[in-house]
């Protein structure tokens, strides 16, 4: 089966179109050992809506919430009521669509705020959640992921199976899928990038996948 890896819907679609370069990471609740490791390094980008709120992406990106929340297949066939204003946290859907996979190019281990602020051009979310991620459990580093994102020619619709749940990062999906796809950026844009990413976390410790 498949693996893919589990990220909000409105990063998924970030990632997807270009706007997003890395995926920030401690760990959740169910990763075996409390924290995360790279288990993979090419996967499917899961869209689910676990623990996704409006205030925690930026207003720029705020109508790209909006838009995967109506592309999810929901149970009676609406998305629910407030979830547009963003008010708390969103149900799942019945269906998510699969729109593209990535590879890790290159991860770090970060505790230095200043990297983690340096790196607010390549993500989507507000600098507030960014530092709480870094601050929870602060024995642990932060994993930086440089992602190279493929959009697969036609997006797949999946069933949303209750094994799929919870604050986990990587799913074994229950159909097959074939990694084929265009990359979202240029090969020199996406170089050009990399290089300033890697710069900013020059500091930081590599991690080789």
Not at 24 to 53: A, N, S, V
């Amino acid at each position: 089966m498949p693996i893919a890896f589990k990220e909000w819907a409105v990063t998924v679609r970030a990632l997807a179109e270009g706007e997003q370069l890395v995926t920030l990471r401690k760990g959740g609740i169910r990763e075996e050992g409390k924290h995360f490791e790279i288990e993979h390094d090419r996967f499917f980008l899961y869209p689910t809506f676990d623990h996704q709120r409006g205030e925690l992406v930026r207003e720029s990106h705020r109508p790209e919430l909006e838009r995967a929340l109506e592309e999810g297949v929901w149970p009676d066939g609406d998305v629910p009521p407030g979830a547009l204003t963003q008010d708390g946290e969103i149900d799942q859907p019945a269906r998510v669509r699969i729109r593209a996979f990535a590879e890790v190019a290159a991860s770090y281990l970060i505790t230095d705020p200043r990297c983690v602020d340096a790196l607010a051009p390549y993500h989507v979310w507000t600098s507030d959640y960014v530092e709480k991620r870094l601050r929870w459990k602060p024995r642990h580093p932060l994993h930086v992921m440089l992602l190279r994102t493929y959009r697969i020619p036609r997006p797949v619709t999946v069933k949303v199976r209750p094994e799929y749940g919870g604050c986990r990062s990587w799913l074994e999906l229950h159909r097959e899928l074939p990694f084929e796809g265009t990359p979202v950026l240029a090969d020199e844009e996406f170089e050009r990038a990399a290089a300033q990413i890697e710069a900013i976390a020059s500091d930081a410790v590599p991690v080789l996948v």
